[in-house]
């Protein structure tokens, strides 16, 4: 009966080690294997290789069998099983006398360390291992591809409410543009702007039309409005040169008076010492001259006034033509942000409407891209290494399978 038992055991064995598969796989920590003795049942057990890389044999204790093949997992806990003799009670009830040999134990892999699939899969996370298995399988086990990253509760209304929001961003980019324009023709001091400077949207023809025609009203109001704020300016200038030519005229005329009334006083001082005129007459002419020349000095002051005045004025003409240069360059950069802002959320809505349009379809029709797929394996207990791989990759127990569909679509930036 011991023969025999040992001829199975040696069967067994020959089974487990003949198999390339088992041969050339190493042991690593999450492998279950089933443990037996021939002849003795109740010795089968299933033991799991812990994270440290051993397990924990009946009879030996804890065996390091890590980065080991099956059979020479199994070569090394025969060495560390001595014969021994064990009484074993049958199913009769009676007790039995047993001897146990290392060639009487089978040591076989009952389960392999799970995979991994991630990725764009429908059901991502730890799949059974089986000899044989493919990225194909491990992919069909996972509920096949899906763009999971981009899975939405409601496609047909979130797809109306992309397209509604497109459609928005499009009229807010068109009309930033013309904005643009607008702005860099009011520098330039025209009357109308470029409507070519407005690339084509895909807006209704009445509905761009409007935005241009608004922006040309708004460019003819404000620089009407400009223009009669610059020309009131001017025209307090030109009042301002008026009174100054008025002042200047009647200070000469002043001027003239005043050299008169001296040659006045002159001669009649003359005329009062002969006695020719009383002294009343001096004395009205000396106050007449001094009024004369009161006069030419108050319109100097004012005159100088004036020029002061006028100087003002001037610069507040400049001020204005540049505050209001600065102004408009302000709007225009402040509109280039906002320009660049709505540009990028077009292109970010144009992309999610072709993923939960085009994309789906294709997904839907088994279309699409061909997915880039990654696997990833342990080489030792330290380091994970990435392997090129694709559907027909043969995998390994532990092995972690990211996949990353390529989504087919024609999206262009707006410039």
């Known amino acids: 009966m011991v023969r025999a038992a040992r001829a199975v055991a040696a069967a067994g ?22 443990f037996s003795v021939a002849g003795v049942p109740e010795m089968k057990q299933r033991l799991t290789v812990n994270l440290d890389g051993e397990v924990s044999f009946p009879l030996i204790g804890e065996v390091r069998v890590a980065g080991f093949p099956v059979a020479a997992a199994r070569e090394k806990v025969k060495t560390l099983l001595p014969n021994r003799s064990l009484t074993i009670r049958g199913q009769d009830g009676k007790e039995n006398l047993t001897v146990i040999s290392g060639d009487e134990i089978t040591l076989a892999i009952a389960e392999y360390r ?22 194909r399988q491990a992919v069909s086990l996972a509920g096949g591809y899906d763009l999971q990253r981009f899975r939405m509760e409601s496609p047909i209304l979130q797809t109306a409410e992309l397209r509604g929001e497109y459609q928005s961003l499009w009229a807010d980019f068109a009309r930033g543009q013309a904005t643009a324009a607008r702005l860099r023709a009011e520098l330039d001091g ?3 702007f470029d409507r070519k400077a407005v690339l084509d949207a895909p807006l209704p023809a009445p509905v761009l039309n409007q935005i241009l025609d608004n922006e040309q009203k708004l460019l003819a109001a404000r620089a009407g409005d400009f223009s009669r704020e610059r020309d009131h300016l001017k025209r307090t200038v030109k009042l301002y040169d008026d009174r100054i030519e008025v002042l200047t005229e009647q200070r000469k005329k002043e001027d003239e008076g005043a050299q008169l009334d001296s ?9 009062n010492r002969r006695g020719v005129v009383p002294i009343t007459r001096a004395l009205e002419t000396r106050r007449l001259s001094l009024l004369s020349s009161t006069r030419a000095l108050q319109i100097g002051v004012q005159t100088e006034q004036a020029k002061k005045d006028r100087q003002d004025a001037a610069r507040s003409v400049d001020r204005f033509v540049d505050q209001r240069r600065a102004e408009v360059l302000r709007d225009l950069q402040d509109n280039d942000i906002k320009l660049a802002q709505t540009r990028a959320k077009l292109q970010a809505v144009g992309e999610k ?21 990654a696997v990833y394996r342990r080489t030792d207990p330290a380091q994970r290494t990435r392997i090129p791989a694709d559907e027909e990759t043969d995998l390994q127990p532990g092995d972690t399978i990211e996949v990353a569909l390529k989504v087919e679509y024609d999206f262009k930036p707006t410039q």
């Open 13 to 34: 064995a020959l089974l487990v080690g003949g198999a390339a598969t088992a041969a050339e796989y190493r042991l690593q920590a999450g492998d279950v294997l089933e």
């Open 114 to 135: 799970p995979i991994y699939v991630s990725g764009d899969v429908a059901k991502p996370g730890e799949q059974p291992y089986r000899p044989g298995l493919s990225v």
């Open 190 to 192: 025209k009357s109308e």
């Open 263 to 271: 040659s006045e006083i002159e001669r009649i001082n003359d005329l």
């Open 353 to 373: 409407l072709l993923y939960t349009g085009v994309v789906r379809s294709q997904l839907v029709r088994g279309g699409g891209g061909t997915p880039e797929i």
